[in-house]
């Protein structure tokens, strides 16, 4: 909970904004902690402590909006930050556009936090840094393993939003995440693998059972072997072929041809300059085709335990599950306030949120999940006469529309007549959006389906970085060139 | 508005730290201050100033065990407690015989690296410089972009005597020019507002996007190709990231490992990191307090060096350049001025001098397929052009390159006389001209 004094603080900023003009307008107050810890070889890289708190006011004045933050919380400061929102907005009126407006949303006053059972930031500190170091050691005795990394991460964010129409907002959400990789040096490559997840590990909004329920050290020789065997594996071959993707890739998948392109900030253009747009258009919703009819994507921010979980998102509105694609048809974008009436829907499906408090919330994934279907993975591979197998992203890749892309894994295996034979280095593979997910024959059912976290979501000017999840289960794909060489 | 809070009293208030019961203390601290103004669809739609303030503090307990903690708050007593948690956090740490120690005081050089009427830029300005830029455009194109002004306050010192202090700004416009079915982009960036001209990048963006409507399909496959500055900065800082940073040289990861003195590109690329150039934007020490070395990388196709860190150089029997990161820093020390030398050829001359061959205004999204072998691979975007007979002859609907980037610097055939500073998605800005280059690798199409 925040503080009573900090509550002060925030209607002070809220106030200071109205008096200075604003007709609409909105304080949050955000604190984080975090916690990283990285450990390579025998040796600790480092542990990076701290916490940074601070007040964001956006305001919309004459129909524009405006924004200050500061990490200067004296009153004085505060006032002058609450004035310079109200004329950095008035400012906006150098080029003209259409009045700003917001979705109609109930003020809400509401306490929420993530549910966890064991808080990390409690977990004595040399306890994290030994699971690391064996972890590691584990790793490292597999002959011929170049380099080997571990590393932990915890953050907690408390916020308190106050807006203008009434709303009053404190929330608490506590992520952790870690992971472990293994690197081989040969002459001409490095080759890797990571566990549970490439980029760091695998996240959740959890506590540090989160952790405890990875097994980071007795993972170390399998996924060090890998390494190294890579290193003499034969290179996949350029050919167009079927395609298994694993859960994890195929998080990443959905998260860069299905997560950004479904953004209406995206959409409308509001990021042409930097991220790029998307391929779909307003009209599309109810007629384009984007996948097989296998293809569900759901908008989830209720999954408990996700690292894209949320109580409420940064302009108030409650979390919610909203089905994307259904049967391969798309039917709804991510909104905001603002965004949702420009396409004519009366409410936002809340998924604004920003990085910190010195920036505005952006339209952002929650967590955007490929539904289960009815098969496995095994059987999928049984009932392939000739494909690949890719694990675990190493390399991604999109056009500014999201629709070309290429991805690179950390390994792959030769599938023939119906097994899985032998294991192939630097594969990777490449096609366009709609082609691709209309290709999909087959997703492994909810036995194998989990919440993927993807803590890198990197998206805005200045840039932000969001925690976002994708629930997946292994899924197969035909016709797939994979093997893409220069 | 706020301003700079001085030398002074940031150190001041690091001197909370400063006074911890530490066998070393470092402070790092950093403020910054200013506003970004974004437009897109021809009107400022996000528009927003920030302040913010941290203090970064590194504590040595035992000789060579370290923390690090930090607060984001001016007030000393924030910073005494991340001072406590750093040295419990070292008091718990196992101990790093690589540990370097806190580096010694260094001469810093003075440069003119501030310029105040940027670091005070009101909003009118930025939201005039956009409507400014968005005169230049005409009936049926539309404007993206942004226009930043940012001041920034940087000091390190420690228990041992070090303090070294600066202070920068920098400002940046970036436009787009959207036509139905074409695009055209322009990015600058310098110290001072003043320097940059929305009017001239504005025009030049719209005449590109005028320039490649139309666009025509093109196949996949090898093509000479002559890369605006703002693409070879792509290659240049993937580079960077990749290789010339003393860690992974050490580690045997870097391309560079094994290969000094070894000719790596062609005799007309010479590569360096160099933060106290006149028009550079960077600071004249590193985040260790080291003084910032000119580190040649790459000398007329030749590997020369990498640059380091206290750490990666005490390993490798070495010197600090300068390079180092903020604390606690997995990363090992990173290039982050990274120019390259430019050439005698102008865009113009370039493009009379090719037969057949793509123009590339600028890289989207480019990512590591091989990190060793430095294969990349990402999209080409806002102003693709065929070269036919010396002339541009259609613009061309956008590319995916999969390339050996060493191997382009490899088949460089002329070098741009002018360079600009660019940023590329994931790291900071460069210096580089554009390149003619033969045989670059284009391994599929897109539909726009």
Not at chain 1, 11 to 19: G, I, M, P, Q, S
Request: charged share 25%.
């Amino acid at each position: 909970m925040v503080p009573s004094e900090i509550r002060q603080l925030v209607e002070r900023a809220l106030d200071a904004a109205r008096t200075a003009g604003a007709s609409y307008a909105d304080a949050r107050y955000l604190q984080e902690e975090w916690e990283a810890i990285d450990v390579q070889d025998d040796r600790l890289q480092g542990v990076d402590r701290g916490s940074t708190a601070g007040i964001g006011i956006r305001v919309i004045v004459d129909g524009s909006w405006g924004f200050a933050g500061t990490a200067r919380l004296g009153l004085g400061e505060l006032d002058r930050a609450a004035a310079l929102a109200v004329e950095v907005a008035r400012s906006s009126g150098a080029t003209k556009a259409a009045p700003v407006r917001l979705a109609e949303e109930p003020a809400r006053e509401a306490t929420w936090a993530t549910g966890i059972e064991e808080d990390p930031f409690a977990v004595a500190l040399e306890d994290k840094i030994a699971t690391l170091l064996d972890a590691s050691a584990r790793m490292r005795q597999v002959p011929g393993l170049g380099i080997a990394e571990a590393s932990m991460d915890f953050w907690r964010r408390t916020s308190f939003l106050a807006t203008s129409e009434g709303a009053r907002i404190d929330q608490t959400i506590t992520q952790s995440g870690a992971g472990v990789r293994a690197l081989a040096i040969g002459e001409q490559e490095v080759q890797q693998r990571s566990y549970p997840n490439s980029f760091r590990g695998h996240y959740a909004c959890k506590g540090y059972e989160h952790v405890r329920a990875m097994d980071l050290v007795g993972v170390g020789p399998r996924i060090a072997e890998e390494a190294v065997a890579l290193l003499k594996a034969p290179e996949c071959a350029t050919m167009e072929t079927t395609l298994i993707l694993d859960a994890p890739q195929l998080a990443l998948q959905v998260h860069e041809s299905i997560g950004h392109p479904i953004e209406l900030d995206r959409v409308l253009g509001m990021e042409a300059a930097y991220a790029g747009t998307s391929f779909l258009a307003p009209p599309d919703r109810g007629n384009l085709r984007y996948g097989s009819d296998l293809i569900n994507i759901t908008a989830d921010a209720t999954l408990p335990g996700a690292l894209g979980s949320f109580g409420y998102d940064d302009e108030g509105v409650e979390a919610r599950r909203s089905n994307i694609i259904t049967e391969g048809i798309f039917r709804e974008f991510l909104s905001s306030r603002e965004t949702a009436p420009e396409v004519g829907e009366a409410r936002s499906n809340g998924t604004m949120r920003a990085s910190g408090w010195d920036v505005i919330p952006l339209i952002r994934m929650t967590n955007i999940n490929l539904e289960p279907g009815d098969s496995s993975l095994e059987r999928m591979i049984s009932e392939t006469d000739d494909g690949v197998f890719m694990s675990t992203n190493q390399s991604w890749s999109i056009d500014d529309k999201r629709v070309n892309f290429q991805f690179g894994c950390e390994i792959a295996w030769e599938i023939r007549k119906g097994k899985r034979r032998k294991m192939l280095r630097n594969p990777n593979y490449a096609g366009r959006t709609v082609d691709f997910w209309s290709s999909c024959d087959a997703i492994g059912s909810k036995d194998e389906w989990a919440v993927w976290g993807t803590p890198n979501c990197g998206k805005g000017q200045p840039g932000q970085t969001a925690r976002v999840a994708h629930g997946t289960a292994p899924a197969r794909f035909r016709g797939v060139r994979v093997g893409v060489r220069g | 508005m706020s301003g700079p809070v001085g030398e002074e009293r940031l150190a001041e208030t690091a001197q909370a730290a400063l006074g911890a019961s530490a066998d070393g203390v470092q402070v790092l601290a950093f403020h910054s201050w200013g506003g970004l103004t974004r437009f897109a669809s021809s009107h400022i739609h996000q528009n927003t100033w920030r302040e913010d303030i941290e203090f970064r503090v590194l504590a040595v307990a035992d000789g060579n065990k370290t923390g690090v903690a930090s607060t984001h708050s001016l007030d000393p007593s924030a910073v005494r407690r991340a001072a406590e948690d750093a040295l419990s956090i070292a008091r718990v740490a196992p101990p790093d015989p690589d540990f370097p120690g806190l580096a010694p005081p260094s001469p810093v050089a003075h440069a003119a690296t501030f310029d105040e009427a940027t670091a005070d830029t009101p909003p009118a300005d930025r939201a005039a410089a956009v409507a400014t830029a968005l005169g230049e455009f005409p009936a049926g194109m539309e404007g993206a972009g942004y226009v930043e002004t940012v001041g920034d306050e940087v000091l390190v010192c420690s228990t041992m005597g070090l303090q070294a202090f600066g202070r920068t700004t920098r400002a940046g416009i970036s436009v787009l020019a959207i036509a139905a079915d074409s695009s055209g982009y322009v990015e600058r960036l310098e110290r001072r507002f003043s320097d940059l001209d929305p009017r001239v990048l504005a025009s030049r963006a719209v005449g590109k996007a005028e320039r490649s409507r139309d666009p025509q399909p093109i196949d996949a496959g090898a093509y000479t190709v002559i890369l605006e500055p703002s693409a070879t900065s792509t290659l240049l800082q993937f580079l960077g990231y990749l290789g010339f940073g003393g860690k992974s040289f050490n580690e045997g990861r870097s391309f560079m490992a094994g290969k000094i003195g070894e000719k790596l590109a062609a005799d007309v690329i010479t590569i360096v990191d160099d933060a106290t150039a006149p028009d550079a934007l960077g600071l004249p020490f590193d985040f260790e307090g080291t003084s910032a070395r000119r580190v040649v990388l790459i000398d007329h196709g030749v590997a020369t060096g990498v640059v380091w860190d206290r750490a990666t150089a005490k390993k490798a029997g070495s010197e600090s350049t300068g390079h180092a990161l903020p604390p606690p820093n997995p990363y090992g020390p990173l290039p982050l001025n990274l120019r390259m030398a430019t050439g005698e050829a102008s865009v113009d001359d370039m493009i009379a001098s090719t037969e057949r061959g793509l123009l590339v205004t600028r890289f989207h999204y480019s990512n590591v397929v091989n990190e060793k072998e430095t294969v990349l691979t990402g999209m080409t975007r806002d102003g693709t052009f065929l070269i036919e007979d010396g002339r541009i002859a259609h613009g061309v609907k956008n590319l995916r390159y999969t390339q050996n980037a060493l191997e382009a610097l490899a088949n460089v055939e002329a070098v741009g006389s002018e360079t600009e500073i660019s940023t590329e998605m994931f790291f900071g800005g460069s210096r580089a001209p554009a390149l003619k280059i033969r045989d670059f690798k284009f391994s599929s199409t897109t539909t726009h």
